[in-house]
């Protein structure tokens, strides 16, 4: 090892303590080193603890200034690094940070791990319509250990935005667009990142984002504005966020939007006064990819000194490849703008993570090429990945039971820009998942059927390009079989970051495809393979049946053919409405109610002309292999106080011939509110498995605290009067009762 210098021979001991415990004593005992490492460090040493720069040629935004990024993690001026991932590179580039600076203070290294990172599972949109919170705590677990097996410290995940607009190419990201199973499922992956001790070395920072609103922007254009009150604010983008900070989360990044005219990353209100204030969130906050400087682009910074100030100001701790705090902070400084404790702030945040992740103790802890070895793509990661997907599934029609499938039937015809392709079903921030690791839909089936089955195959057309010559091809092949299975929908780049689309068909020609492929008279099953929900109106009226699959990842082939051989019952329910239009976007379950809401054969209501209101497959929705009957739905009482819970009970019975799991779904409506409130809001949910025949009682819990909203005040309120309980299998199919919140000196409370 080369000599380090006494100061960081002495800061390298005196930090190393491990995790941070959770008693008050400990905590101190963190802060007092900390304080001590601090007194040794130099103004330029503490920028660039808050200064992050992404590792040569593997730019995931605009690319920022050339700089000898080496170089300047042996001047200290480098606090993290993301994109560079690898436990031999790593660690050449940890020795560096820890052997040659002057102090020593190890890097975190980060990257976007969103579902998986050698072994890739569903897109996060896709994990969502499991609503098996467990699966996925376990499959971002899987994620973590072989991210910390390459050298990664820290993820930029999850994604918790709400996202009602499924334009918007990011939506593939998160969990839909209801706050209350957005708010489980990011507690859920923060749990399965981080663990219970951050030290472990088969865990990673997890880091909460877009903070916030960035789903709500305007047209679903990627990066537009968003202009929402802030009882939206509270009430349905910030729920999934507090979850997480609730949860553990180690850190939160800022988005790129403004919310009501102000950008994010300068927004004292969101950092400072709730998540740091109000929420108590100990962790850092990073800038989204050169947000801080992007002020000056929306109109708010007139250069990059009042942007770093505004950034600094609003609690922002970690400049994500901006550069402006590694040029500005000291100007700031030394103009009296701010004073040294800003910054200090800020690196004390970044320290204590690195203590809590035990890179004092052992800085090579992640570097380990043996554990890389063993761990990547690990037989039992990918039977995991394998059960994620195939939860993943969504039934969305299945006339006359075509599904499932006879394993010995005579011919398959398997058609579609998607059903011999692995690059593109690993979908979009596949970290480092390969497309020659995929098992693609034909290999699947070809893998299921037996040995007699031939399973033909034609491509029929490109994914999205306006070339029909191979049709002629495909049309034969159909003709050839006793079934069609139909692999259509969106490549990888079609959805994520920067990639909204103003048209939800399927691209290219692959609807004039399926169109000439039900001339030929065959029973088509489609196999949709998307990052988004997309319009099938036609496909809905046609097809007789229809799986959305997502983009499921490295297992997606295994995946579907256990669903379409029937030896997975599939499970899956939409986290997010598909409309019948683009027209009609956005379209969700949990609106309000309007003065003139739609009547039938009424003109002047709140309605389409050509379409209907409501969507074409609604929040919640799927199906099965087998049919489940609601009856009998039950209340412990009818009139409550404030302290009081409420039981609701209903029974649910396997009605069909073979055992299958249902979700089901609880949601409520209060009737009358000093603020409109939405015609129905999920409050719980179980997903259980039910044999043939076999019937259940379920039973949901609620408080009155499920009850409530931010008044006009923005004071969460709970008020007295009559509220409905909804219980189903969707957010439309559903049983209903009444019951009232009785009035007493409790029963309006503010939090």
């Given at each position: 090892?080369?000599?380090?210098?006494?100061?960081?021979?002495?800061?390298?001991?005196?930090?190393?303590?491990?995790?941070?415990?959770?008693?008050?004593?400990?905590?101190?005992?963190?802060?007092?080193?900390?304080?001590?490492?601090?007194?040794?460090?130099?103004?330029?040493?503490?920028?660039?603890?808050?200064?992050?720069?992404?590792?040569?040629?593997?730019?995931?935004?605009?690319?920022?200034?050339?700089?000898?990024?080496?170089?300047?993690?042996?001047?200290?001026?480098?606090?993290?690094?993301?994109?560079?991932?690898?436990?031999?590179?790593?660690?050449?580039?940890?020795?560096?940070?820890?052997?040659?600076?002057?102090?020593?203070?190890?890097?975190?290294?980060?990257?976007?791990?969103?579902?998986?990172?050698?072994?890739?599972?569903?897109?996060?949109?896709?994990?969502?319509?499991?609503?098996?919170?467990?699966?996925?705590?376990?499959?971002?677990?899987?994620?973590?250990?072989?991210?910390?097996?390459?050298?990664?410290?820290?993820?930029?995940?999850?994604?918790?935005?709400?996202?009602?607009?499924?334009?918007?190419?990011?939506?593939?990201?998160?969990?839909?667009?209801?706050?209350?199973?957005?708010?489980?499922?990011?507690?859920?992956?923060?749990?399965?990142?981080?663990?219970?001790?951050?030290?472990?070395?088969?865990?990673?920072?997890?880091?909460?984002?877009?903070?916030?609103?960035?789903?709500?922007?305007?047209?679903?254009?990627?990066?537009?504005?968003?202009?929402?009150?802030?009882?939206?604010?509270?009430?349905?983008?910030?729920?999934?966020?507090?979850?997480?900070?609730?949860?553990?989360?180690?850190?939160?990044?800022?988005?790129?939007?403004?919310?009501?005219?102000?950008?994010?990353?300068?927004?004292?209100?969101?950092?400072?006064?709730?998540?740091?204030?109000?929420?108590?969130?100990?962790?850092?906050?990073?800038?989204?990819?050169?947000?801080?400087?992007?002020?000056?682009?929306?109109?708010?910074?007139?250069?990059?000194?009042?942007?770093?100030?505004?950034?600094?100001?609003?609690?922002?701790?970690?400049?994500?490849?901006?550069?402006?705090?590694?040029?500005?902070?000291?100007?700031?400084?030394?103009?009296?703008?701010?004073?040294?404790?800003?910054?200090?702030?800020?690196?004390?945040?970044?320290?204590?993570?690195?203590?809590?992740?035990?890179?004092?103790?052992?800085?090579?802890?992640?570097?380990?090429?043996?554990?890389?070895?063993?761990?990547?793509?690990?037989?039992?990661?990918?039977?995991?990945?394998?059960?994620?997907?195939?939860?993943?599934?969504?039934?969305?029609?299945?006339?006359?039971?075509?599904?499932?499938?006879?394993?010995?039937?005579?011919?398959?015809?398997?058609?579609?820009?998607?059903?011999?392709?692995?690059?593109?079903?690993?979908?979009?921030?596949?970290?480092?998942?390969?497309?020659?690791?995929?098992?693609?839909?034909?290999?699947?089936?070809?893998?299921?059927?037996?040995?007699?089955?031939?399973?033909?195959?034609?491509?029929?057309?490109?994914?999205?390009?306006?070339?029909?010559?191979?049709?002629?091809?495909?049309?034969?092949?159909?003709?050839?079989?006793?079934?069609?299975?139909?692999?259509?929908?969106?490549?990888?780049?079609?959805?994520?970051?920067?990639?909204?689309?103003?048209?939800?068909?399927?691209?290219?020609?692959?609807?004039?495809?399926?169109?000439?492929?039900?001339?030929?008279?065959?029973?088509?099953?489609?196999?949709?393979?998307?990052?988004?929900?997309?319009?099938?109106?036609?496909?809905?009226e046609h097809i007789p049946a229809i799986l959305e699959t997502w983009l499921l990842g490295t297992q997606t082939g295994h995946a579907v053919a256990d669903v379409l051989f029937g030896d997975y019952n599939p499970s899956g329910k939409l986290p997010v409405s598909f409309p019948y239009a683009v027209g009609q976007i956005p379209v969700y379950y949990n609106h309000k109610s309007t003065g003139r809401?739609?009547?039938?054969?009424?003109?002047?209501?709140?309605?389409?002309?050509?379409?209907?209101?409501?969507?074409?497959?609604?929040?919640?929705?799927?199906?099965?292999?087998?049919?489940?009957?609601?009856?009998?739905?039950?209340?412990?009482?009818?009139?409550?106080?404030?302290?009081?819970?409420?039981?609701?009970?209903?029974?649910?019975?396997?009605?069909?011939?073979?055992?299958?799991?249902?979700?089901?779904?609880?949601?409520?409506?209060?009737?009358?509110?000093?603020?409109?409130?939405?015609?129905?809001?999920?409050?719980?949910?179980?997903?259980?498995?039910?044999?043939?025949?076999?019937?259940?009682?379920?039973?949901?819990?609620?408080?009155?605290?499920?009850?409530?909203?931010?008044?006009?005040?923005?004071?969460?309120?709970?008020?007295?009067?009559?509220?409905?309980?909804?219980?189903?299998?969707?957010?439309?199919?559903?049983?209903?009762?009444?019951?009232?919140?009785?009035?007493?000196?409790?029963?309006?409370?503010?939090?």
């Amino acid at each position: 090892m080369k000599k380090i210098s006494l100061v960081g021979i002495i800061c390298l001991v005196l930090l190393n303590i491990g995790v941070i415990a959770q008693d008050n004593s400990n905590k101190n005992k963190t802060d007092v080193r900390i304080d001590s490492l601090l007194q040794h460090m130099t103004l330029e040493e503490k920028i660039g603890q808050v200064t992050q720069y992404a590792w040569h040629m593997t730019m995931t935004g605009p690319e920022g200034k050339e700089i000898d990024l080496q170089q300047e993690i042996k001047n200290g001026k480098v606090g993290s690094v993301l994109n560079l991932s690898g436990a031999d590179e790593t660690y050449e580039i940890q020795k560096i940070a820890v052997e040659q600076s002057r102090l020593g203070i190890p890097i975190i290294f980060g990257l976007d791990v969103i579902h998986g990172y050698k072994t890739i599972f569903p897109i996060p949109l896709g994990e969502a319509a499991s609503w098996d919170i467990d699966a996925i705590e376990r499959s971002a677990r899987i994620a973590a250990s072989e991210a910390a097996a390459a050298g990664i410290h820290w993820t930029f995940a999850p994604m918790v935005d709400i996202a009602r607009d499924p334009r918007w190419g990011r939506i593939m990201e998160g969990a839909g667009e209801d706050p209350y199973l957005g708010a489980c499922i990011a507690a859920a992956r923060v749990r399965g990142f981080q663990g219970n001790d951050l030290s472990d070395p088969n865990t990673i920072l997890a880091c909460v984002k877009h903070y916030a609103a960035y789903g709500a922007a305007i047209a679903g254009r990627d990066y537009n504005t968003v202009d929402i009150s802030r009882q939206t604010l509270r009430g349905i983008y910030l729920p999934p966020f507090k979850a997480a900070v609730d949860a553990g989360a180690g850190s939160v990044m800022t988005s790129f939007n403004e919310l009501n005219g102000i950008p994010a990353t300068g927004s004292d209100f969101l950092i400072n006064e709730i998540l740091k204030n109000h929420w108590n969130f100990k962790g850092f906050v990073v800038s989204d990819w050169n947000a801080i400087r992007e002020m000056i682009a929306h109109g708010f910074a007139k250069d990059t000194y009042e942007a770093a100030l505004y950034a600094i100001h609003a609690g922002v701790d970690m400049d994500m490849m901006g550069m402006i705090y590694s040029t500005e902070l000291s100007n700031l400084l030394n103009d009296n703008i701010i004073t040294e404790n800003n910054i200090d702030e800020a690196v004390k945040r970044i320290l204590r993570t690195k203590v809590s992740l035990g890179l004092f103790r052992d800085p090579y802890k992640y570097c380990s090429t043996k554990r890389e070895h063993e761990l990547l793509l690990h037989p039992d990661h990918c039977e995991a990945a394998r059960d994620m997907a195939r939860k993943s599934i969504v039934l969305l029609k299945n006339e006359n039971n075509v599904l499932p499938l006879n394993k010995n039937i005579k011919s398959i015809a398997v058609i579609g820009p998607l059903a011999d392709n692995k690059d593109d079903l690993i979908g979009s921030w596949s970290a480092r998942g390969e497309g020659k690791d995929v098992i693609t839909l034909l290999a699947g089936i070809k893998s299921k059927v037996s040995p007699k089955t031939k399973v033909l195959f034609a491509k029929g057309c490109n994914i999205n390009d306006e070339d029909t010559s191979l049709f002629k091809k495909a049309i034969e092949t159909a003709e050839q079989a006793e079934i069609i299975i139909a692999a259509v929908g969106e490549s990888r780049d079609m959805s994520g970051e920067a990639a909204s689309r103003a048209y939800l068909d399927l691209p290219g020609v692959q609807n004039q495809l399926l169109r000439e492929l039900n001339k030929t008279g065959k029973p088509i099953i489609v196999v949709l393979a998307n990052g988004r929900p997309l319009v099938l109106t036609w496909m809905s009226e046609h097809i007789p049946a229809i799986l959305e699959t997502w983009l499921l990842g490295t297992q997606t082939g295994h995946a579907v053919a256990d669903v379409l051989f029937g030896d997975y019952n599939p499970s899956g329910k939409l986290p997010v409405s598909f409309p019948y239009a683009v027209g009609q976007i956005p379209v969700y379950y949990n609106h309000k109610s309007t003065g003139r809401p739609e009547v039938q054969n009424t003109r002047y209501c709140s309605k389409y002309l050509d379409i209907p209101n409501k969507p074409l497959y609604p929040f919640g929705y799927g199906l099965s292999y087998t049919t489940f009957a609601y009856s009998d739905l039950q209340l412990n009482k009818y009139e409550i106080l404030v302290n009081d819970t409420l039981y609701a009970s209903i029974n649910i019975k396997n009605t069909g011939e073979t055992a299958g799991e249902e979700t089901i779904q609880l949601y409520i409506r209060d009737v009358v509110a000093s603020l409109t409130r939405p015609v129905k809001e999920l409050k719980r949910f179980k997903k259980i498995m039910l044999d043939a025949g076999e019937c259940k009682e379920i039973g949901f819990t609620l408080s009155a605290a499920d009850l409530g909203f931010y008044n006009q005040n923005m004071n969460y309120t709970i008020e007295p009067g009559k509220f409905k309980i909804f219980i189903g299998t969707n957010s439309e199919n559903t049983l209903e009762t009444d019951f009232v919140l009785l009035p007493d000196s409790l029963s309006e409370t503010e939090k």
